[in-house]
């Protein structure tokens, strides 16, 4: 039996028999010539069968194979310059796993779709070219901010997704009945995280959060995957630190070990060649008058809309961290600066290319009173959060720390107009299956 091969390993069996196992990809005719194309999920291989070296079922079995029939290859490894990835297999043999009837052929042809018709077949779409090099870039960055952080000592700390609190505003919150109390889907670790930096020093959570926003736009998911590291002993600029470090040193690794996925997606590189460190730091209120000066409406003490975050993110030619909001449109576990109690100690990251927020995070309050002060005002229901006070009970300290949607920055890494394409099964506001 010869031996099974990966076709993204094939190259490396030039001149020998190899069995390949995947699906058909496409099926070229030339008189007494086939020329099947397999995948496999690591790589694409041309076959090449030759009607008088073949036994005539097995050309008309390959001859009659339909797209996404699954099957076993045999053939021979050849290389010529002029195939596809430079190498071909001289098809000796082929079994069928499972032939797809041509009465019901697979759905997604090579013809255009629209975008209803794939994301109600996204279980099938995922086997594009395109939704593979998506998925890989996305594996790439979670390994990337995963590296980066285990590699400067954080401890990997999970966080539940079930709680009794609300960590980033009441009009998002997933309810969920079950327990005797009210509870909720998680909209971030971020408070646990807390826990667990008083605990461990340096800690991060990486898991699914959720918002019940209402808001249908190219940035917003009801289910995303967020990246949250936090420190203790930590303060503002520490966090802009290692946000800074970390999108720099994931950008880098994609480019590094990407980049047939990112040409595949045809994304331009040349921008994020560009991103490296230091990136722009602006306060708010500067970001405001940049604002103001390219035609936005914004007074000081609004949020950004999403054209906001547009025209900030296209202003400088790689991310730019800005810092420094009016406290009262963040979220109240929020430090204020000493110095102007009225902003707070936050920072959002804003990527290029109007791609929009990829962080959010800052320094959390540390005093006790002012945490109290801040849940009330906020009409939070303090019972929920006395654990949470319990933090700044015992042993206290400043701490700073951020999340980091992972979607978004698959969106703008790989260059995608929507957050659809950048998880496999994307959860939206009118979007549950498959
Ligand atoms: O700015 P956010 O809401 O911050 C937090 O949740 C903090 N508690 C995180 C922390 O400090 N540990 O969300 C952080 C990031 C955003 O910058 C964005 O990248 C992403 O999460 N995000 C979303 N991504 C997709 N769909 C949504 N609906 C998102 N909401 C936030
Ligand atoms: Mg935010």
Aim: hydrophobic fraction near 40%; glycine fraction near 8%.
């Amino acid at each position: 039996m010869p031996p099974v091969v990966e076709i993204r390993h094939v190259s490396q069996h030039a001149g020998q028999e190899v069995q390949v196992q995947g699906w058909l990809f496409n099926l070229r005719e030339s008189g007494k010539l086939l020329f099947p194309l397999f995948r496999d999920g690591t790589g694409i291989i041309q076959g090449v069968v030759v009607k008088k070296a073949v036994a005539p079922e097995i050309f008309e079995r390959i001859r009659n194979l339909t797209q996404e029939s699954s099957v076993r290859v045999t053939g021979t490894v050849r290389a010529d310059a002029r195939a596809p990835g430079g190498i071909e297999l001289d098809v000796s043999d082929l079994e069928v796993v499972q032939q797809i009837p041509s009465e019901q052929p697979y759905p997604i042809t090579p013809k255009d779709h629209g975008i209803e018709f794939l994301m109600d077949h996204r279980h099938l779409w995922l086997r594009s070219s395109r939704q593979r090099a998506i998925l890989g870039i996305r594996h790439e960055i979670i390994k990337a901010c995963r590296d980066y952080l285990d590699d400067r000592g954080f401890t990997l700390v999970d966080t539940p997704i079930f709680t009794p609190a609300v960590c980033e505003g009441t009009t998002s919150l997933f309810e969920v009945e079950y327990f005797e109390e009210k509870a909720y889907l998680t909209q971030s670790g971020q408070l646990y995280n807390e826990a667990n930096a008083m605990a461990v020093g340096k800690t991060y959570c990486f898991g699914p959060t959720f918002r019940a926003e209402k808001s249908k736009t190219r940035r917003h998911l009801t289910e995303f995957w967020m990246i949250e590291p936090e420190m203790a002993f930590a303060h503002l600029d520490d966090a802009m630190d290692l946000a800074e470090g970390l999108v720099a040193s994931v950008v880098t690794r994609v480019l590094e070990r990407r980049r047939g996925e990112l040409a595949v997606l045809e994304r331009n590189t040349a921008p994020l060649e560009n991103c490296t460190t230091p990136f722009p730091r602006i306060s708010y209120d500067e970001a405001v008058m940049i604002l103001k000066e390219n035609g936005s409406e914004i007074e000081w003490g609004g949020d950004f809309g999403g054209g906001d975050e547009t025209i900030l993110g296209e202003h400088f030619d790689r991310p730019v961290l800005v810092h420094r909001y009016p406290g009262a449109i963040k979220a109240f576990y929020m430090e204020p600066d000493a110095c102007r109690p009225e902003v707070a100690l936050c920072v959002d990251m804003l990527a290029p290319e109007g791609y929009g927020e990829i962080i959010g995070g800052g320094e959390r309050i540390s005093d006790y009173d002012l945490l109290l002060k801040r849940i009330e005002e906020a009409k939070l229901p303090r019972q929920a959060f006395e654990w949470y006070l319990d933090l700044r009970r015992y042993g206290t300290v400043p701490h700073a720390g951020f999340g980091m949607g992972i979607e978004r920055v698959v969106a703008w890494i790989c260059g995608l107009d929507h957050v659809r394409e950048t998880i496999p099964f994307p959860r939206m506001l009118y979007r549950l299956t498959p």
